[in-house]
């Protein structure tokens, strides 16, 4: 995928690891069914370790929401406050 934002984004910081949970109006996901675009707020900070929040609704008609609150395994020291767009394929 490809993480998008505009906004402030202040510091230096490595690649890292995100964790999302997924909500979805039907319990069968399937291969695919996280394909699509996500629109949402984000924003973290990090000193060492970094923690963020992300707010992203979008997939399939717009009816998956990815989890608010995403833990970001980010190294280095970081603000960013942005609107995000993610892009799943």
């Given at each position: 995928g490809k993480i998008r934002r505009i906004g402030l984004d202040l510091g230096v910081t490595r690649g890292g690891t995100l964790f999302w949970a997924v909500f979805a109006p039907d319990s069968h996901i399937g291969r695919g069914t996280l394909r699509?675009?996500?629109?949402?707020a984000s924003g973290n900070i990090a000193l060492g370790v970094g923690l963020g929040a992300n707010v992203l609704i979008g997939g399939s008609r717009r009816t998956i929401s990815l989890q608010p609150l995403s833990v970001e395994g980010q190294i280095g020291l970081n603000l960013a406050l942005a609107v995000a767009s993610l892009s799943l394929r």
């Open positions: 699509g675009n996500y629109v949402g």
